[in-house]
C-alpha cells in the first residue's frame, strides 16, 4: 500500500530538490524581465519617427507678430518662434512644416498628432492631459495690459470690477488668468489677437490681457500704452510636445538645446533683434520687468 509518507523525498535528496525550485523560480523571473525589457518603448522613438519623416510640423497664427509673421508676397512664416523651428529642423537635418492653428486649439491639434512642437506655451494642468511641457523655460514673461492712454487702473485689484471691460483670446492662458484675478470685470473672450484688437479700437474694451512681448505689438497697433498689473505675474514660456509613450528622449534632447538658448542668452538675444527690427524699442518694457 502506498502512502504519503512513502513518496515523501528523502532527506537526503530534499536539498537538490530546493536547489531545483531556486533555479527554476529564477530563471522565470528572468525570463519576465527579458520579456518586459522587449516590450518597454524605445525613448527615441518620436525622436527618430520625426528625423525618419523629415518634418518638423510647427503650429503658426495670423495676427500673432512677432512670433509668427507670415509673407504677404510669399506666403512664408518668419518670426522669433520659427526661427527657433528652423534651428531646431536643421539639427534634426529635416525641415519645417508650419500648421496654421490658434493657441485654443493647441492640445486638440496635438491629441491629433498635427503637430510636433510648439513654443511660447505656459505650463496648464488642463492641457498638460495631453501635452508634455518641458521643465525649462524658454524665455519668462509676464502678463500685461494693453490700454488706451488714460486708463488709471495699475493693480488686478483695481482690474477685478464691473466698470471693466476686458477683452482676451478664448481658450488661451489669458481668458485663465482674466478669470481668475478679475472675476467681477467684464471680460469679452474672441478667437484671435486681431479681433481683440478691434475691441479695443472700437471702444467696446477698456484693455487688453496679453503676454508683455506680445503687448508690445498691440500698443504699436493703437499708439496705446503697457501696465504690468501689481503684482506682476511672471510667466514662464516654454516647449510643450505631444504626451505619448517614447518621448522621453525628445523631451531631453529639447531640454538641452533650450539650457544652451538660455546660457549663452541666445533667446534673448534672438528676442531682442526681432523687435528691433520691427522699429520696436524694448525700452517700453516697464523697469521692473526683465527677460
Known sequence: MITASSIRPSPA?????????????????????????????????????IRNSGELRVPVMVGE????????????????YMDWAKDIAELLNVKVVPVETTWGNLAAD????????????????????????????????????????????????ELNDPSVRLVVQKGGTMQVVAESLTPKATIT?????????????????????LAVFDAIEVAKQINGEIILPSPMLLNPATIGVRREEGNEGYENWLTNWVNQQRALG????????TFEDRGIDLSVLPPEFNF
Not at 530546493?18 to 527615441?44: C, E, K
Open 13 to 49: 535528496i530534499r536539498p537538490a530538490i530546493r536547489h531545483l525550485v531556486l533555479l527554476l523560480v529564477g530563471a522565470f523571473v528572468l525570463a519576465l524581465s527579458s520579456l518586459q525589457s522587449a516590450f518597454a518603448t524605445d525613448p527615441n522613438l518620436v525622436l527618430d519617427r
Open 65 to 80: 507678430e512677432p512670433g509668427y509673421v507670415r509673407n504677404r508676397d510669399t506666403g512664408e512664416w518668419g518670426g522669433f
Open 189 to 209: 473672450p474672441v478667437e484671435d489677437r486681431p479681433l481683440g484688437v478691434m475691441e479695443l479700437q472700437a471702444g467696446r474694451a477698456d484693455a487688453m490681457i
Open 266 to 273: 541666445l533667446a534673448q538675444g534672438k528676442l531682442r533683434k
Open 110 to 157: 496635438f491629441q491629433a498628432n498635427k503637430i510636433d512642437i510648439a513654443f511660447g506655451l505656459n505650463p496648464n494642468p488642463k492641457r498638460g492631459l495631453v501635452v508634455d511641457y518641458l521643465s525649462v523655460p524658454l524665455f519668462t514673461d509676464a502678463w500685461a495690459i494693453v490700454t488706451k492712454p488714460g486708463f488709471t487702473k495699475k493693480t488686478w485689484a
